[in-house]
């Protein structure tokens, strides 16, 4: 197929791209960047595509859409708060739109999702029959997707994967959790009791791949290991497979200090969240259980 892909530089992007360039795809990047080759595309979330950039969109048959900024990169300010909506929902409209203008648009758009679309859930199981939750996240996830589904008006089989914490060696999440750790300061966050829906990037990259493949799959999806782990839990998985000891709790108030409105968000909440549409769709997890899946990702 002739597939592109947004935020193609990113973490879950650049693995998606090894995946399928074996596979004899012809693979296309969008980004920001000035364009190195006839594959690459540059564009701008907000302005659009300039000169002839957007003739490049003809002949497609797929989009990937992974760009956005990335939401813990710093601290909730207004302005960027601002730039992470921009990202997401202006970004998905701008480039839905563009593919809607094609002589042929692409018949198959998967839009990535965030399982922020659910907010702060305790201990109710979640799945994709469960409403959207309160909060910055929720209301995004919300307005994302309607931007993502437009691409419906022009026939094409949409895909949303909510995906949840990407469990990967060099980048995303658990680059930062592992540092703290490997120095014998790990320890739960809180209360310990929030629950953390994850997922190994090789289960993540062979979804993606599985919705390219399949046209059973439409629709929003959670992207997430069948066995969510709670704070405390992750905690203590993480510092088996480092070998590093994890009795240094970090306080709810010193998160709220330091981190205010986005550590509250991503450190202090969370949602048990159960990917029932991939299991009843008999999809396989390579890594469904925490620890192997910690073992796998930071192995050597």
């Given at each position: 197929m002739k597939i592109l892909i947004t935020g193609a530089t990113g973490l879950v992007g650049s693995a998606l791209i090894r995946a399928l360039e074996p596979e004899n795809h012809e693979i296309y990047r969008l980004s920001r960047s000035t364009p190195d080759s006839d594959h690459d595309i540059q564009w701008d979330a907000r302005d659009g595509f300039t000169g002839d950039e957007a003739k490049k969109l003809e002949g497609l048959d797929a989009v990937v859409h992974l760009a956005g900024e990335n939401v813990a990169g710093g601290s909730w300010t207004e302005e960027r708060k601002g730039r992470i909506r921009d990202s997401r929902v202006v970004g998905t409209r701008t480039l839905v739109k563009a593919l809607s203008e094609t002589k042929e648009p692409p018949k198959i758009l998967i839009g990535a999702s965030a399982v922020g679309y659910y907010g702060d859930r305790k201990n109710e199981v979640v799945t994709e029959e469960s409403g959207p939750g309160e909060g910055f996240l929720g209301e995004i996830c919300i307005e994302w997707e309607a931007e993502i589904n437009k691409a419906l008006e022009f026939g094409a089989r949409v895909a949303i994967p909510r995906i949840g914490i990407v469990l990967a060696k060099d980048g995303g999440a658990l680059e930062k959790m592992v540092t703290p750790f490997s120095y014998g300061l790990g320890g739960t966050v809180g209360?310990?009791?929030?629950?953390?829906?994850?997922?190994?990037?090789?289960?993540?990259?062979?979804?993606?791949?599985?919705?390219?493949?399949?046209?059973?799959?439409?629709?929003?999806?959670?992207?997430?290991?069948?066995?969510?782990?709670?704070?405390?839990?992750?905690?203590?998985?993480?510092?088996?497979?480092?070998?590093?000891?994890?009795?240094?709790?970090?306080?709810?108030?010193?998160?709220?200090?330091?981190?205010?409105?986005?550590?509250?968000?991503?450190?202090?909440?969370g949602a048990r969240v159960i990917p029932r549409r991939l299991e009843q769709l008999g999809y396989k997890f390579k890594f469904p259980e925490l620890e192997p899946a910690l073992a796998h990702v930071l192995g050597d």
């Open positions: 209360s310990g009791e929030q629950w953390m829906p994850w997922i190994a990037i090789d289960d993540l990259v062979d979804i993606l791949v599985y919705a390219l493949e399949n046209d059973e799959v439409s629709g929003a999806f959670n992207a997430t290991s069948p066995n969510p782990a709670q704070n405390k839990d992750f905690t203590e998985a993480l510092a088996s497979v480092l070998n590093r000891p994890a009795f240094i709790p970090v306080p709810a108030f010193g998160i709220k200090l330091i981190f205010g409105e986005m550590g509250n968000t991503l450190l202090l909440q």
